[in-house]
């Protein structure tokens, strides 16, 4: 006969943190990241009536294209389960659920960064959040400096591909297939069709749209002038600090993309300046206007291709 076991300690990795978001260290009370994701997804939906199908997540200074959203519900990231939280300046740390005419999108104003200290699952997190909501394509932004010389300040631009030079990659680790296939194709990581609506639309509102290969470096500092020279050997016409972990997870979960850049400062060596922070968000205010008559021409169309 076996002894009788007494009631069972549950045992707990220590896990130290200040931020919601962080779960960065192992705790077996912890679920998941498919889990997690499920739970902000649910949370999410409590808060609204509606079901997006556009996913958007707005860079430095672009925030702003969420306040024109109809029917709004604005949320702030600390109040969604185990969603990061933003602490660059000209990241709100909202996340709006509303309509664009008659599409229900989701909309982040603000986004959050490697250099920020969070791994690179934890950027994605929203974009896994998304998945599990059941968005059907994600638009993504950032504020960029141009590198190709017809890429001026104030320009808006479609990111045609990529090159990741953050030295990390979202899916490293156990593969959950849940959300995707462990090695996934990322020849056409930008949607073609999404571009060509984009150009198209651009054009159209007489913005004057081109394309052009976006570089992540990790950040916070900029790019040197030896390194931009670099970088446009390998044909970069972009870089920034954001977008690709994003990308590659939306990607794996077998979402569409679209990538637009603004171009809020020319790349380091380009122009007898230094950079600036402040730069880049005055750009951002500058362009806004064209910004949001773009995004608003290309939502509709986008729903249109991805009923």
Do not use: W
């Amino acid at each position: 006969m076996s002894p009788k076991k007494g009631p069972q300690k549950i045992v707990k990795k220590k896990i130290v943190s200040k931020r919601r978001g962080d779960v960065s260290e192992k705790d077996s009370t912890i679920p998941g990241e498919f889990e997690r994701a499920s739970l902000a997804a649910d949370f999410i939906f409590s808060r609204t009536p509606l079901r997006p199908q556009i996913a958007l997540v707005l860079g430095s200074g672009l925030g702003p294209f969420a306040d024109e959203f109809t029917s709004a519900m604005k949320i702030p990231y600390a109040e969604i389960p185990y969603f990061p939280r933003s602490t660059a300046i000209g990241h709100a740390g909202k996340l709006v659920v509303g309509k664009v005419g008659a599409v229900p999108v989701a909309g982040m104003q603000g986004r959050v960064h490697l250099y920020e200290g969070y791994s690179a699952k934890q950027v994605v997190f929203p974009i896994r959040v998304f998945a599990r909501m059941g968005v059907k394509a994600v638009i993504l932004t950032n504020a960029a400096g141009g590198i190709k010389r017809e890429f001026t300040q104030g320009r808006l631009v479609v990111i045609s591909d990529h090159i990741n030079l953050q030295g990390v990659n979202p899916l490293t680790g156990p593969n959950d297939e849940r959300f995707g296939l462990r090695f996934h194709d990322m020849t056409n990581a930008y949607d073609k069709r999404f571009r060509e609506i984009a150009v198209g639309e651009g054009n159209r509102l007489g913005i004057g749209m081109y394309e052009g290969v976006y570089a992540a470096l990790p950040g916070p500092s900029y790019e040197t002038s030896a390194e931009i020279r670099y970088l446009r050997t390998i044909g970069a016409d972009l870089v920034g600090m954001s977008t690709v972990p994003e990308v590659i997870a939306a990607r794996h979960s077998g979402l569409p993309v679209l990538g637009i850049s603004c171009v809020t400062n020319a790349a380091a060596g380009i122009l007898d300046q230094p950079l600036n922070h402040v730069e880049v968000l005055e750009t951002a205010e500058r362009v806004k206007g064209q910004f949001i008559n773009l995004l608003k021409a290309v939502i509709p169309r986008i729903a249109e291709e991805i009923r």
